[in-house]
């Protein structure tokens, strides 16, 4: 039996797990397989994550649309914002569901798992969770000056008794030296061995810069660099305007615009014949990350040819957002999830350069790395860990000591280690 059908069996045993590893070990496409085998058995699964774009990468919504909880970050404010008590309808979504998935654990807080198992006692809740993460990855957003406080550090993370399953094989890459070298930056060990390692990925940089993919850690350098690279081609500029389409009425502007960021869809997507660009989704015949150059537009595709010569005919898909509404199905009400908004876009991206954070799922074979960019715990491991091919892998000296750029939160350490 696989991974994917032991985690379902002990999930409709009613087992809570906590399904964990570092990047590249196949947490989402296994997390994939897992709701595909509850929807195969005509079971509901809420796909929920505690940000937009984490959210978007497994097609679910966030916590705090599906759990009502407004703009609250803690049960107390939750009072203060006259929320404490949900709506007869969430309380029938919520016991209506058999699984609640969780992606992006690590992002989520102490307090906000508070108000999720609030909710879920309010609605009585009698189906499983599946939590899925890296607590040595992105931390959960805090406001201002406050301490980073994990979901793991809430009494109430106990009560859930999480299984915890952990994925140790890593598919990106087969380099064994640079899996060793992975793992030790994940946990922030640095010593003369790793600091020599790094150095060895300091190289001259290529003349031809676009073969390459630049990852930033600030969205504007991103921009202005794909900018400048796109300037350089002398080809013609086509621009794909996504199409948008509102199942719902009640959709704002606000709404849509913070979809298609969350969404990694650009509004305008200026391409020329002989730009290299990333897919941004996984198919039978391109995966999320890898590289292509467009040989060809035309007024209905995009043609890009990869790597093995062989050419995509590319068109536009749809990016869909869900919401989960009481509609009449069979004769009788059901609480099923429906479309609210679909973007039609190609789903490729200059591959010029890309932000650590927007990078989050790929495996980019062609790879260079701004260090001086980082600035949050874990952020260099995630941009690290992209690299499928660290032959290919070009880090840019960075201005201070490399203690400085690989370091990870220490709670989420400890936690890691304890088995």
């Known amino acids: 039996m696989n991974q994917a059908k032991q985690i379902t069996t002990k999930l409709l045993q009613k087992q809570n797990i906590f399904l964990t590893g570092g990047a590249g070990v196949g947490k989402t496409t296994i997390t994939r397989e897992v709701i595909s085998l509850f929807a195969q058995d005509a079971k509901k699964v809420a796909k929920l994550a505690s940000t937009g774009m984490a959210a978007?990468?497994?097609?679910?919504?966030?916590?705090?649309?599906?759990?009502?909880?407004?703009?609250?970050?803690?049960?107390?404010?939750?009072?203060?914002?006259?929320?404490?008590?949900?709506?007869?309808?969430?309380?029938?979504?919520?016991?209506?569901?058999?699984?609640?998935?969780?992606?992006?654990?690590?992002?989520?807080?102490d307090s906000l798992l508070e108000m999720i198992e609030l909710r879920l006692s309010q609605a009585n809740y009698r189906g499983s969770i599946l939590v899925v993460g890296d607590f040595l990855q992105l931390p959960p957003v805090v406001r201002g000056s406050n301490e980073v406080r994990f979901?793991?550090?809430?009494?109430?993370?106990?009560e859930f008794e999480f299984l915890r399953v952990e994925l140790t094989h890593i598919y990106r890459t087969d380099d064994k030296d640079f899996i060793e070298l992975l793992g030790f930056v994940r946990e922030g060990f640095i010593n003369e061995s790793v600091h020599n390692s790094l150095n060895e990925f300091i190289k001259p940089l290529p003349q031809d810069l676009s073969e390459f993919t630049f990852l930033f850690g600030k969205n504007n350098s991103a921009s202005m660099h794909n900018k400048k690279e796109l300037q350089n081609i002398d080809s013609v500029l086509?621009?794909?305007?996504?199409?948008?389409?509102?199942?719902?009425?009640?959709?704002?502007?606000?709404?849509?615009?913070?979809?298609?960021d969350d969404s990694r869809i650009e509004s305008e997507l200026g391409l020329k014949v002989g730009a290299p660009v990333l897919f941004t989704r996984n198919s039978w015949n391109y995966f999320n990350g890898e590289r292509g150059v467009v040989v060809g537009i035309d007024a209905a595709y995009v043609y890009v040819q990869k790597s093995d010569a062989k050419v995509i005919k590319l068109e536009a898909v749809a990016h869909t957002k869900y919401r989960w509404d009481e509609r009449v199905k069979s004769g009788k009400k059901e609480m099923l999830e429906i479309e609210e908004l679909s973007i039609y876009q190609f789903p490729i991206k200059l591959a010029f350069a890309i932000t650590i954070h927007k990078s989050q799922g790929m495996s980019i074979e062609d790879l260079i790395i701004e260090t001086n960019e980082i600035f949050a715990p874990s952020q260099f491991y995630v941009a690290l860990s992209r690299s499928s091919n660290p032959k290919r892998l070009n880090l840019i000296a960075p201005s201070c000591q490399w203690h400085k750029i690989i370091f990870v939160n220490s709670k989420a350490l400890a936690f890691v280690r304890k088995k």
Not at 67 to 76: K, M, P, V, Y
Not at 151 to 158: C, G, H
Not at 238 to 260: C, T
């Open 238 to 260: 086509f621009v794909k305007e996504a199409q948008i389409i509102k199942h719902s009425k009640n959709l704002s502007d606000v709404q849509v615009a913070r979809f298609m």
């Open 56 to 109: 978007t990468l497994i097609e679910g919504q966030t916590l705090h649309s599906f759990f009502d909880l407004g703009i609250a970050s803690s049960i107390a404010e939750l009072e203060l914002n006259a929320k404490l008590e949900p709506k007869g309808k969430i309380k029938k979504l919520i016991s209506s569901v058999d699984l609640i998935v969780i992606d992006e654990i690590s992002m989520v807080s």
């Open 151 to 158: 979901a793991f550090e809430s009494p109430l993370w106990d």
